[in-house]
């Protein structure tokens, strides 16, 4: 079964500074890997997906994310932080043969400050 | 064109009665997808289901929990003699088919927050 881990519970920026947001999967056969965003009492929202192809992926909002096979991650990465970027982030895994479902990671709450 | 459709937002139940969490998907959209997020937790997989038909229900408590989508209506979680466990928030994704991997994903919605007294 694929599994993801999200290192960092809670990560504080500066406004500014650059978003580092860290997500490590664990697949047998080559994974789907997406980041999503949680707003306060809000559903997720999707930023960005790898499926095939290109490793790194631009998504919304600024955040773009690399796939790295050799070191079976998936950080989100974002240049300059903004105050809008406080939220939580979602890693999640799927597989072909997945049965259409997620697994998600516990979530990194993402705190910018002035 | 509406989002996914969640209700109640906040339903508070108390030991030992049922819980009833609706879910309209998106127009257009004939695969539905529960998830329940606990406190402190990511979100876990519960049911997948299509028009009349439940596809996986892998996820799901073999007791007190089911699922539905009739042919016409919401998707319904039910959650019978609700314990204080079960207090959580419940996040209902629709697709017009196939998966997360498809082009258009899924969507979700804002999720019923369910609190068990």
């Known amino acids: 079964a694929q599994s993801v881990t999200q290192l960092g519970s809670h990560v504080s920026v500066s406004e500014g500074a650059l978003v580092l947001l860290r997500c490590n999967y664990s697949s047998s056969v080559p994974p789907y890997l997406f980041w999503y965003v949680q707003y306060p009492n809000q559903g997720l929202q999707l930023l960005l997906k790898y499926t095939t192809g290109a490793t790194l992926v631009k998504g919304i909002n600024g955040f773009e994310a690399e796939f790295k096979k050799s070191e079976t991650s998936f950080h989100l990465t974002k240049p300059s932080a903004h105050m809008s970027d406080a939220a939580e982030y979602f890693c999640a895994v799927t597989v072909t043969g997945g049965g259409n479902k997620l697994t998600f990671g516990t979530g990194t709450q993402l705190k910018v400050e002035l | 064109n509406a989002g996914v459709m969640q209700n109640p937002r906040h339903l508070v139940r108390r030991r030992g009665q049922e819980a009833r969490l609706r879910c309209s998907p998106m127009?257009?959209?004939?695969?539905v997808y529960w998830y329940r997020q606990l406190p402190e937790e990511g979100l876990k997989f519960m049911v997948y289901l299509q028009k009349e038909n439940i596809i996986d229900e892998s996820g799901m408590p073999k007791e007190r929990f089911s699922a539905e989508f009739p042919k016409e209506g919401p998707s319904i979680l039910r959650i019978q003699q609700v314990v204080r466990g079960d207090s959580a928030a419940y996040f209902c994704?629709?697709?017009?088919?196939?998966?997360?991997?498809?082009?258009?994903?899924?969507?979700f919605g804002s999720g019923t927050r369910l609190t068990v007294v």
């Open positions: 994704a629709s697709s017009p088919r196939g998966g997360p991997t498809e082009a258009y994903g899924y969507t």
């Open positions: 127009k257009g959209h004939s695969h």
